[in-house]
């Protein structure tokens, strides 16, 4: 299995700067691919941010031009660097790993925090 810790949320007064980690247990050279999902209160799990094994990405609208994933494949590191952040980004941010072994098996990460309020 793949064990993934996220690390680096916490509070930012909006248009700050926040940079989350994912360290994953395994080579991430071995998943498909990793992404970036969160989750505000009553709301449900949506997509953020994608990064396959080959590098290629895919953010959502609400995040394009301000956020940006990416990888260090020598740390098994997975980041997502945050800019220009709004209220609205305030959610639980979950690091996700998709791995096909035949069967493609998905991984999440505890999340950590992000708030944004001034």
């Known amino acids: 299995q793949v064990q993934l810790v996220e690390s680096g949320g916490g509070l930012v007064q909006p248009g700050g700067s926040l940079r989350l980690s994912c360290v994953a247990s395994?080579?991430?050279?071995?998943?498909?691919?990793m992404g970036w999902h969160r989750q505000a209160p009553g709301k449900q799990r949506e997509l953020v941010a994608t990064i396959t094994s080959g590098g290629s990405t895919n953010y959502a609208d609400s995040v394009k031009g301000r956020f940006t994933i990416s990888r260090d494949n020598a740390k098994n590191t997975l980041y997502l660097q945050m800019n220009s952040l709004k209220p609205e980004d305030t959610a639980v941010y979950y690091c996700?790993?998709?791995?096909?072994?035949?069967?493609?098996?998905?991984?999440w990460g505890q999340g950590t925090q992000v708030t944004v309020s001034s």
């Open positions: 996700k790993a998709d791995r096909r072994i035949g069967a493609t098996y998905t991984y």
């Open positions: 395994r080579s991430i050279g071995s998943i498909t691919a």
